[in-house]
């Protein structure tokens, strides 16, 4: 599977629900999340934008993804909403240090 397989296939409303009992302190915490993957193609304005803004040449790009999250918890606790943007790259030679890292699409199809 290439990442634009995964992105499409990842993009989509999930939602996502915990409860954490915390038994020393006699609490209990839940909260649940609606999470919303939107697949942003290699020409997607957001995405030519924030490999301009790390100067990274937009061709080296594979794609990107937006995620945004409205979390809800319980026992008088804030929202939590916002949005986050991530941009795939091809491998090779990056302009801006804080582009170290590398993914891989095991036999499992999950992203490592």
């Known amino acids: 599977m290439e990442i634009q397989e995964f992105i499409e296939l990842w993009a989509g409303?999930?939602?996502?629900?915990?409860t954490s009992y915390?038994?020393?302190?006699?609490?209990?915490?839940?909260?649940k999340a609606e999470l919303t993957v939107v697949s942003l193609g290699i020409d997607h304005p957001e995405v030519v934008q924030l490999c301009q803004q790390y100067q990274v040449e937009p061709s080296l790009s594979q794609g990107g993804i937006k995620v945004s999250w409205d979390n809800k918890i319980d026992w008088g606790k804030s929202q939590q909403v916002g949005s986050n943007s991530l941009v795939f790259l091809k491998t090779g030679e990056f302009l801006h240090p804080s582009f170290r890292g590398d993914y891989s699409l095991g036999s499992d199809d999950a992203l490592t």
């Open 13 to 18: 409303l999930w939602f996502a629900q915990r």
């Open 22 to 31: 915390q038994l020393n302190e006699q609490t209990i915490d839940n909260s």
